[in-house]
């Protein structure tokens, strides 16, 4: 089983980043996913979710800003991010959710997204 993502950086607040996460070793069409982020010194925090059908779930902090979306012929999920704020800055990580909404099962090692100025 592997996650890999990609695609953080450096930006100045207002840009953009999209996030990759490209999967192998477990059926990922079949497989909800996440996001989920890591600031320092701060506890893990959910970011956003899609659902095999599509449907997608977003926190409240990035409601409006960020999309979440999956090509399941690439078996890969990203996050695109919009309007970019310090308060983003973290480690973004991508993890299955057999489960559904709230579960977590195979996480990647994270990308980072620092925006500053």
């Known amino acids: 089983v592997q996650l890999v993502e990609s695609g953080g950086g450096q930006v100045q607040p207002g840009g953009s980043l999209r996030l990759s996460c490209a999967v192998s070793g477990f059926s990922f069409v079949t497989n909800d996913m996440n996001w989920i982020r890591q600031a320092p010194g701060k506890r893990p925090e959910w970011v956003s979710h899609?659902?095999?059908?599509?449907?997608?779930y977003y926190a409240d902090s990035v409601k409006g800003r960020f999309t979440i979306s999956r090509d399941n012929t690439k078996s890969t999920l990203f996050l695109q991010m919009n309007s970019l704020q310090p308060g983003d800055t973290a480690l973004y990580y991508c993890?299955?959710?057999?489960?559904?909404?709230?579960?977590?099962?195979?996480w990647g090692q994270g990308t980072q997204v620092t925006v500053a100025s």
């Open positions: 899609i659902n095999t059908g599509g449907t997608t």
């Open positions: 993890a299955s959710a057999r489960l559904g909404l709230g579960s977590y099962d195979n």
